[in-house]
């Protein structure tokens, strides 16, 4: 069965640094999704992403993230300079169409200290 | 503004027992509502939807879910619980009022532990 994929597992790095997510969505999905999860909270909804281009975020989703398709495969989110609380679980996920369930990759536990 | 609400951080049940997980919601329109599961260092994995239609959804692992427009739940159930069952449940819904929207609001999540 088709999964979405996400590296790495887990991203330590310190603050004010740049990391990017990097995720593989299902092969024939046409809708891309960042969800974050900080410890102990709710899931929530970072950015959607369609025919190259953004087509909603959150408050959540400033200046410092930027969010990529580099080629036919990957799906990239990047942070630019992080802050101690982006320390989260981070999830991409991929739809087929907009009705449709959204499925998730395994997701990239970011730490920043 | 949109919400989910899952009352129970923790539900117990005996193998074998059903079991219920509670979810209400508030949109301003209809709803598009889903469960997903969440096993230890796995993702969330989708277990059913509703959109339209009957009311009771089937899904995966003998799972099902209720939607009820009157009293605002997605409860979701099954007839038999397993010790595998045992994982963190998601529940979310997708606002349609106002156009498109493709984000997901989920709940705070409900353990389920099965005892054997």
């Known amino acids: 069965e088709p999964e979405v994929t996400q590296t790495p597992s887990h991203q330590v790095t310190q603050m004010g640094q740049e990391v990017i997510l990097r995720c593989v969505p299902i092969s024939n999905h046409l809708y891309f999704y960042w969800y974050r999860q900080i410890l102990g909270q709710k899931v929530e909804f970072l950015v959607s992403f369609y025919n190259n281009e953004i087509s909603e975020k959150s408050e959540i989703f400033d200046d410092q993230f930027s969010v990529e398709r580099p080629d036919g495969s990957n799906f990239t989110l990047k942070i630019r300079s992080t802050k101690l609380e982006d320390s989260a679980m981070y999830f991409c996920?991929?739809?087929?169409?907009?009705?449709?369930?959204?499925?998730f990759g395994p997701g990239t536990r970011l730490t920043v200290t | 503004a949109q919400s989910v609400a899952q009352p129970e951080d923790q539900v117990n049940v005996a193998e074998g027992n059903p079991l219920t997980v509670k979810c209400t919601y508030s949109?301003?329109?209809?709803?598009?509502l889903f469960w997903y599961v969440q096993y230890p260092n796995r993702g969330l994995q989708f277990l059913l939807k509703?959109?339209?239609?009957?009311?009771l959804v089937k899904g995966s692992y003998g799972f099902e879910a209720e939607f009820n427009k009157s009293q605002t739940s997605f409860h979701l159930k099954k007839p038999s619980a397993l010790v595998s069952d045992s994982a963190l449940y998601f529940c979310?819904?997708?606002?349609?009022?106002?156009?498109?929207?493709?984000?997901?609001?989920f709940g705070t999540g409900t353990l389920l532990a099965v005892q054997p």
């Open positions: 979310a819904v997708r606002d349609m009022f106002g156009g498109a929207t493709n984000k997901l609001i």
């Open positions: 996920a991929s739809s087929e169409d907009p009705p449709g369930e959204q499925y």
């Open positions: 509703y959109i339209t239609g009957d009311n």
């Open positions: 949109v301003s329109g209809n709803p598009y």
